[in-house]
Nanobody, 115 residues
Framework: QVQLVESGGGLVQAGGSLRLSCAAS????????MGWYRQAPGKQRELVAH???????NYADSVKGRFTISRDNAKNTVYLQMNSLKPEDTAVYYC?????????WGQGTQVTVSS
């Protein structure tokens, strides 16, 4: 079992920044990839970014150049630095950790960007 606790969401004006954090605990020896997804009202959940334990990253085209994913393996924590936020970034953001047997999700944190 892996437990994920997210923090860092909130309300920000367009052009502003937020930093999300997700701390993993439990069977963390099985973790390789950690990532962030988001789901806007009326839309499907979509990948924002993910990062491997070795530091390889992948981003959705819509956030490239604005968001940066990073992780602290010693703290089993993944971060999402979000800059130049746009109203279309408004969504619930979910931490995601896939393992061989199970895909784990955080509880979600709301990010609202006002115009």
């Amino acid at each position: 079992q892996v437990q994920l606790v997210e923090s860092g969401g909130g309300l920000v004006q367009a052009g502003g920044s937020l930093r999300l954090s997700c701390a993993a605990s439990g069977s963390i020896f099985s973790i390789n990839v950690m990532g962030w997804y988001r789901q806007a009202p009326g839309k499907q959940r979509e990948l924002v970014a993910h990062i491997t334990s070795g530091g390889s990253t992948n981003y959705a085209d819509s956030v490239k150049g604005r968001f940066t994913i990073s992780r602290d393996n010693a703290k089993n924590t993944v971060y999402l630095q979000m800059n130049s936020l746009k109203p279309e970034d408004t969504a619930v953001y979910y931490c995601n950790v896939p393992t061989i047997t199970t895909i784990y999700w955080g509880q979600g944190t709301q990010v609202t960007v006002s115009s």
